[in-house]
């Protein structure tokens, strides 16, 4: 009879085995609780959905998974890049890039974010940037996250990126030596932006960066997806906070061009 003695695993290599088997089952359940969480997001509402629709002013369209909003009728005076926040659905911001396009004479791109979260993907302004090169002036902006990505991406793209929009953000890169136009826009219901990060990252900016306050508005409003946790009530709407935030860069950003 053949002798299996040596194929018997000793108490020692069986806990061994226990163990490695245990670390695989932990880090398994940690990466599908990942993957959970960062497939959970705040959706877009159903206003800010018809934003994604062409009208007479606007040409809205899908291409390489980005969405653009091209005024119509009317000459381009710049491209911007938009990064959206955290775990926000990025059609939520089809009605800021709307009022962009429309009132500024700006060629909006909407990026698309894998699981809507701007750190995984630091360059996606490369690609519109490269495809549209008819247009020379462009700008990248983003909310909460979202800035602190597109301040990272500027930074690295000077030879290309004429400003950077902060909306409820904050640079996370050292802005002070560049020729960047800023502007910082946040709402002063605003309960989530950590106002002692917010004002210390100021020393990361150009000495002629903007600042402006929306009165009213909160982290939220930039976008249509709904309250967000921990965020302060807004008295004004949300169309209101994203319309202000238009005549803003459109008065004082973009004059310094």
Same mark, same amino acid.
């Given at each position: ?14 806990? !061994?085995?226990? /163990?490695?088997?245990?670390? @695989? =089952?932990?880090?398994? *359940?940690?990466?599908?609780? +990942?993957?959970?969480? #960062? ?48 775990? !926000?659905?990025? /059609?939520?911001?089809?009605? @800021? =890039?709307?009022?962009? *396009?429309?009132?500024?004479? +700006?060629?909006?791109? #909407? ?61 996370? *890169?050292?802005?002070?030596? +560049? ?79």
């Amino acid at each position: 009879m053949a002798n299996n003695k040596g194929h018997k695993l000793s108490e020692k290599q069986l806990n !061994i085995l226990i /163990i490695i088997g245990s670390i @695989l =089952l932990v880090i398994s *359940a940690l990466a599908i609780a +990942t993957l959970v969480s #960062l497939s959970k997001c705040y959706r877009a509402t159903n206003e800010a959905r018809k934003y994604l629709n062409s009208d007479d002013t606007v040409a809205v369209n899908f291409d390489d998974n980005c969405y653009t909003f091209s005024p119509k009728n009317n000459e381009i005076q710049r491209g911007l890049v938009f990064y959206q926040g955290a775990k !926000i659905e990025n /059609i939520s911001y089809a009605p @800021l =890039l709307y009022h962009f *396009a429309k009132d500024t004479n +700006t060629f909006c791109v #909407l990026v698309n974010m894998p699981y809507n979260f701007a750190l995984l993907d630091v360059n996606a302004a490369d690609n519109p940037i490269n495809k549209y090169a008819n247009i020379k002036q462009w700008y990248v902006a983003g909310h909460s996250l979202g800035g602190l990505v597109s301040s990272m991406y500027a930074i690295n793209h000077l030879s290309t990126i004429r400003g950077l929009i902060l909306l409820a953000s904050y640079a996370n *890169a050292n802005l002070t030596t +560049t020729n960047l136009n800023v502007a910082l826009i946040y709402g002063n219901q605003d309960l989530i932006l950590n106002q002692s990060i917010y004002q210390k990252a100021k020393s990361q900016l150009p000495f002629n960066y903007q600042e402006h306050i929306i009165k009213g508005g909160n982290h939220a409003g930039f976008a249509m997806y709904g309250e967000q946790e921990r965020d302060g009530l807004a008295s004004i709407s949300q169309i209101e906070q994203i319309q202000e935030t238009v005549n803003f860069c459109k008065n004082n950003l973009f004059t310094n061009e």
